[in-house]
């Protein structure tokens, strides 16, 4: 466990140092303010039947940053290791390789989570200015930043695969947006699909992100797409490892 | 502390290591040699737990590196080829995270990384960024990362790669001093280097082990030992029969030179023919320019065994 704190230490450090960090943090609390700001907009023109945690988390403007931050935080994880040589001196130190793996995912998890932390402000802000609750239930926000918790640790996983596959930061990049870019899209098939059945339409249930976030948001937590999520970032994970032990022997 | 039995690496397309087995004892160290690409790095890559055998066995201190990984490396310090560092860190700041990440107690950590830090000359680089550091003293502080858990056994490759000839001396006093209480193995370029420090020398070539003993027996096998080099004023008549019907010449060769010719005997590497040439010179009333002696090095040892297949 302590090796695993150190390792964990490791990467939250290596975030904190790295210059791109601060620039994706920078953008992402401007992207998500103006998102913040655009959700309420879109509720002051006209009656609306949604909360503003549903508003702020179900907007074009959400989705469009939320995809892209997963390349820039993962991108650097395993590929920088293989490029520089260090992963030598870190596998050949006293640590397993889950050790490795899981310090690294949960790494980019809590730098993830760091970028999301100031919108809860947001919420908090709303209701010291006008004294009106951002949600109906505690379970609305309870909901929202589970599933995005939940999304997160699934791409984040989707990025640290992709790095472990290459030397160079960009190819991950480039694979991780794919990667989530797939699954975000076919979870939109539902909405372009002009008649599916309704075997096709509970499959593609599976990877709506919006439908979920939609569901979530309103505090509708559903055990389907929590077990979906956990279990899809552990296959992930497991195929981390195997690659990353892959390449490492083929040095 | 090392034993290595019917060791074999292959990769697609080719065998980096072909069947090798050797033993380093407690204390010893051996200086492990070869020419770029005989799988040098790759045995110690196997030994340090990076890599996985295609076939045989490792044991470090008693423990499979490969079944036993954890234990084997936690009693093992390992300088990679190259010194990767994670070039974002302070140096004390990375010796100590090494240290964390090698089992020191939290306890101790600040102390054996104070020790290392001064072992290798590095007490005024502490608060450097690794990137900003030069290769010498990157190479130092990869040395210092290996000892930071006074592992009984070092694996360094290439040790003084980078370094000045003052550094080097540096690091080979360091390593002869850790040698009463740990087992070296040291991959090196620098054959001097090997003779002054390692008990013992391993060369290896295209995958296979060449030979394996003290720097002194490997000296005294070579064909070039007893090689005499004689010159003579003149040509005389006869010179290179009287030459070889010296007991212990096995042949001579003759060259010619502007003044005179030049006579390689080669001989048998216990015997000690110089008097008899002298003798032969002054019977046959030879004018003799220069008589010698040659000493193999152990770089024409090292040629030798790794030249050709």
Not at chain 1, 73 to 100: C, H, K, N
Not at chain 1, 163 to 189: D, H, K, P, R, Y
Not at chain 1, 213 to 234: E, N
Request: aromatic content about 10%; hydrophobic content about 45%.
């Amino acid at each position: 466990m302590r090796t695993f704190i150190t390792l964990l230490g490791r990467e939250i450090k290596s975030f904190l140092h790295s210059p791109i960090a601060y620039v994706v943090l920078f953008f992402f609390l401007i992207a998500s303010g103006f998102n913040f700001y655009s959700g309420l907009s879109f509720l002051n023109q006209s009656a609306s039947e949604v909360t503003v945690v549903e508003a702020a988390f179900n907007t074009v403007l959400f989705w469009f940053p939320f995809v892209l931050v997963f390349p820039l935080i993962t991108m650097r994880t395993y590929a920088d290791e293989f490029r520089m040589g260090t992963i030598e001196t870190l596998a050949t130190a006293p640590v397993s390789d889950w050790q490795i793996v899981l310090s690294k995912f949960f790494g980019a998890l809590a730098f993830y989570i760091l970028l999301w932390a100031p919108s809860f402000l947001y919420f908090i802000a709303f209701k010291q200015i006008t004294g009106k609750e951002a949600a109906l239930a505690a379970g609305a926000y309870g909901g929202s930043y589970l599933l995005l918790v939940l999304l997160g640790a699934f791409y984040v996983s989707l990025g640290c695969l992709a790095s472990a596959l290459t030397n160079e930061q960009i190819n991950a990049a480039i694979m991780t947006f794919v990667a989530i870019f797939g699954f975000f899209v076919t979870g939109l098939l539902g909405f372009i699909l002009s008649s599916p059945s309704q075997a096709v339409r509970d499959v593609i249930a599976y990877f709506s992100a919006v439908e979920h976030m939609a569901d979530f948001s309103r505090g509708i937590i559903d055990s389907r797409p929590v077990i979906w999520y956990l279990s899809m970032t552990s296959l992930v994970l497991f195929i981390n490892l195997q690659v990353f032990q892959y390449r490492k022997w083929r040095a | 502390m090392i034993e290595v039995v019917n060791l074999t690496k292959r990769y697609p397309g080719f065998t980096a290591v072909r069947d090798i087995s050797f033993e380093v004892a407690k204390g010893e160290i051996v200086g492990f040699l070869g020419p770029n690409g005989a799988g040098k790095s790759t045995t110690m890559r196997i030994l340090s737990g990076y890599l996985p055998p295609t076939s045989g066995t490792v044991r470090i201190a008693g423990f499979d590196v490969f079944e036993q990984s954890i234990q084997a490396r936690s009693h093992i310090g390992y300088l990679p080829e190259n010194t990767p560092m994670y070039h974002d860190m302070r140096v004390h700041e990375y010796l100590r995270y090494r240290a964390a990440l090698k089992g020191v107690e939290s306890s101790q950590i600040k102390e054996r990384v104070g020790d290392v830090l001064e072992m290798c000359d590095l007490l005024e680089k502490e608060r450097a960024i690794i990137g900003t550091l030069s290769k010498g003293q990157r190479q130092r502080v990869g040395l210092a990362d290996a000892m930071v858990h006074d592992p009984d056994l070092l694996i360094l490759d290439e040790p003084t790669i980078g370094l000045d000839p003052n550094q080097i001396r540096q690091v080979r006093e360091l390593i002869k001093n850790l040698a009463s209480r740990r087992t070296v193995l040291v991959s090196t370029h620098i054959l001097p280097e090997v003779e002054i420090m390692c008990s013992r020398v391993i060369v290896i070539h295209k995958g296979r082990i060449r030979a394996s003993d003290t720097a002194d027996n490997l000296l005294k096998q070579h064909r070039s030992a007893g090689e005499v080099r004689l010159e003579l004023d003149g040509q005389p008549e006869n010179a290179r029969e009287i030459l070889a019907a010296i007991r212990g010449v096995k042949d001579v060769s003759e060259k010619q030179l502007n003044s005179g010719a030049l006579y390689q005997l080669r001989t048998d590497a216990d015997s000690e023919p110089i008097s008899a040439v002298l003798q032969a010179a002054r019977d046959n009333h030879w004018q003799v320019q220069a008589i010698e002696r040659k000493k193999p090095t152990l770089e024409d040892v090292f040629v030798d065994l790794t030249q050709g297949d």
